[in-house]
């Protein structure tokens, strides 16, 4: 899956001197946002081009690792005038942070909250006629899971189509969960999931791969018009998110 690189720039580099290793800040980093964060350090050859990308810290939540590869793509893209030492262009680096923005995102403190687990998970039903197009999307839906188990409430917060948002909200008002517990008594318990909708060729925004937290992970659900009897690949499996 891949995000179109116009929507996601570093919000800042932090260019390192190549001898006294001294940091000289480019630009002023932005104001926190809510959301998903991945940081790489990118090493350029004496023409300014990059040339290799190191992976620093991240909380991407994809099983996948979706939001590490688009950064990775964007940063061996990034373009620097040459750095002259003594005169002569010289190899160095660079720290790019990266951030993805979630709607309604309340932080990686979310995800500490008691966590259900999912007990049964039936798979949504990937309606017809988009399936018949080709077409692939998401929704992002919040839960309320009772005490008991049960799912009490499946709220679309947004869906690419919402022919996609009502095949999610009917599957998962029948999930069943072990509830979340607090001090060992199971309590009641909000959080959020990612419902995608795969076509093999086709490419989704990774805004429908990813929840907001408190966030439960990712379900997806792929249309193989070959073999259309066959489940989803995790078909019946949560994806979780991470922890952060």
């Given at each position: ?21 001294l ?12 959301g ?7 090493s ?7 040339e ?53 995102d ?16 039936g ?34 917060l947004r ?10 909200q009917a599957?998962i008002?029948?999930?069943?969960f072990?509830?979340a517990?607090?001090d ?10 990612a419902?995608?909708?795969?076509q ?15 966030s439960l ?13 066959l ?10 998110a991470?922890?952060?």
């Amino acid at each position: 899956m891949k995000n179109p690189l116009r929507l996601l720039l570093p919000a800042f580099l932090v260019l390192l001197a190549p001898a006294a290793g001294l940091a000289q800040p480019a630009a002023a980093p932005a104001p926190a946002a809510s959301g998903y964060k991945v940081s790489v350090e990118i090493s350029f050859n004496q023409q300014g081009d990059a040339e290799a990308v190191k992976l620093l810290e991240s909380d991407d939540p994809t099983g996948a690792q979706l939001l590490n590869r688009i950064a990775i793509d964007l940063a061996k893209q990034v373009k620097q005038p040459p750095r002259l030492v003594d005169g002569k262009p010289v190899k160095f680096k660079a720290h790019a942070p990266f951030s993805f923005p979630v709607e309604g995102d309340e932080g990686p403190a979310a995800n500490n909250a008691p966590k259900p687990s999912v007990h049964f998970a039936g798979q949504p039903v990937y309606p017809p006629e988009l399936a018949a197009a080709g077409t692939a999307g998401g929704a992002i839906l919040e839960l309320i899971i009772t005490a008991e188990g049960r799912v009490s409430r499946a709220t679309v917060l947004r869906a690419s189509h919402p022919e996609f948002g009502q095949a999610a909200q009917a599957a998962i008002m029948q999930w069943e969960f072990t509830p979340a517990k607090k001090d060992g008594v199971p309590v009641e318990s909000r959080w959020r999931i990612a419902v995608d909708f795969l076509q093999p060729t086709k490419d989704i925004d990774w805004k429908w791969c990813v929840a907001p937290r408190p966030s439960l992970g990712t379900y997806s659900v792929v249309h193989r018009p070959d073999a259309a009897a066959l489940p989803a690949d995790n078909a019946g499996a949560v994806m979780p998110a991470a922890g952060k």
